[in-house]
């Protein structure tokens, strides 16, 4: 791994441990409950960021061993080079968080001005995924070593993060529809 690796592989570390670590803090706070300790923090925020990663890490294995792609492809994906696995996750990684905290906010703003009022879900998935494809796209063009074929391999791409994240929201309702039942539950 060079030292620009390493040094991104630090840099989206530290913003994903950060943002996790914000996150508990509003999610404590929108509750009511006391802060998560020090000590809980700790284990909890690097687990938390391993169920992040970990999944991109395997599937961008799993795409690497589709696509057939080998060091003859350039260094970005050549798993088998030295640990240089990292460098298609992370990029995609770095992209995917500027564009959710910038991007997106940007283009449903703008949605929401031409349309001159709010849009439905679906459209607003719809923003995003496109908005996401032509970040992996512009990667991919920017970057030849990036195996992406076209466009149609961007979006599916950018759909199954999207799936990710859906994932994630929907094993979130269902613990906060759980935790109503409980509370609104008899004895």
């Known amino acids: ?79 088998n080079g030295g640990g240089v696995l990292l460098s298609l996750p992370l990029l995609l990684l770095i992209g995917f968080l500027i564009f959710e905290g910038l991007v997106h906010p940007i283009m449903i703003t703008l949605l929401r001005l031409w349309l001159r009022r709010d849009a439905s879900v679906y459209v607003k998935q719809t923003v995003t995924i496109i908005t996401d494809s032509i970040m992996v796209y512009a990667l991919a063009s920017v970057i030849p070593a990036i195996p992406v074929g076209g466009w149609l391999h961007a979006i599916i791409i950018a759909v199954f993060y999207h799936f990710i994240e859906w994932v994630l929201i929907g094993v979130q309702a269902w613990i906060q529809q759980r935790k109503r039942a409980k509370a609104a539950a008899p004895g």
Do not use: C, H
């Open 1 to 79: 791994m060079n030292p620009l690796q390493l040094i991104a592989t630090v840099i989206v570390l530290l913003i994903l441990f950060a943002l996790i670590n914000m996150m508990m803090n509003y999610v404590s706070r929108r509750d009511g409950e006391p802060p998560v300790s020090l000590k809980r923090k700790l284990w909890l925020v690097p687990l938390l960021a391993a169920f992040i990663i970990v999944p991109i890490e395997l599937f961008s294995v799993l795409y690497a061993l589709l696509f057939q792609v080998t060091d003859s492809a350039g260094q970005m994906l050549a798993y």
